[in-house]
């Protein structure tokens, strides 16, 4: 019957409609190889490390993780637990300009001499300021020692973004991004979710448009069949 083709197709069209709602990307995050050149106290140093930048959203902002693979640089003797606190900047491109602070916690354990200084998980919080795409790509990365600024290390082969975040200002609609936060030290996600990205948060709102789609369609199925019934 003609009424049941109907209804047929508006179910395939609403549940079809909600699986490209859903899948939309929101966030783009890739892990990029930093050749790090870095000034120390003992002379120059370098080394290449993996970093992987990650974010999360957090009300009207957004927790923001750089992580290290890998150790930039070493010391010629021992660091105590507790002495070395890495800090970082990000440099913020596309919709949103300037950079972003982030920061470390002290190392829990003490570094033997002449081995890499592991870096791990540097976090800071972003506030978005405009619209649109936002990129972060790993800049200048600072580890400072022993009361001391022990080594400075540059990007030397212009690595590409390690995020891409598409952002509303204003804290609403997509799930990452915003404008530049120079505030400094960073804030760790809620309940140590370290590091995860946004479109889990993104998945959630297109889920619900997805379901409202279903919804809509539903009701013009029992639209359809009660019209042919009279």
């Known amino acids: 019957m003609p009424y049941r083709r109907r209804t047929a197709f508006t179910l395939a069209a609403a549940v079809a409609g909600a699986a490209v709602l859903a899948s939309a990307p929101a966030a783009h995050a890739t892990v990029v190889d930093v050749n790090y050149a ?15 930048i990650k974010a999360v959203r957090s009300g009207s902002a957004y927790a923001v993780t750089m992580s290290f693979e890998k ?27 300037g950079t972003l602070q982030v920061k470390g916690t002290p190392n829990t354990e003490a570094i033997p001499p ?52 598409e952002v509303t200002a204003g804290g609403g609609g997509a799930d990452s991004g915003g404008g530049s936060d120079d505030s400094g030290g960073g804030q760790a996600p809620s309940g140590g979710e370290l590091p995860r990205t946004g479109p889990l948060d993104s998945a959630t709102a297109l889920g619900t448009l997805g379901g409202t789609v279903l919804l809509t369609g539903a009701a013009g199925v029992l639209w359809l069949t009660r019209r042919t019934a009279r």
Not at 38 to 52: F, M, R, Y
Not at 124 to 147: C, D, E, I, M, N
Request: with cysteine; glycine share 12%.
């Open 114 to 165: 002449n081995t890499p200084i592991k870096i791990g998980q540097l976090t800071g919080t972003y506030t978005p300021k405009k619209s649109g795409k936002v990129t972060f790509t790993a800049g200048l990365l600072t580890v400072h020692a022993l009361g001391m600024d022990a080594a400075v290390c540059t990007p030397k082969n212009n690595p590409a973004p390690s995020l891409e975040l």
């Open 71 to 97: 150790g930039v640089s070493d010391s010629p003797i021992e660091l105590p637990k507790g002495v070395m606190t890495p800090r970082a900047e990000l440099r913020l491109g596309g919709a949103d300009s």
């Open 38 to 52: 870095c000034e120390t106290k003992i002379g120059p140093k370098g080394a290449v490390s993996p970093v992987d």
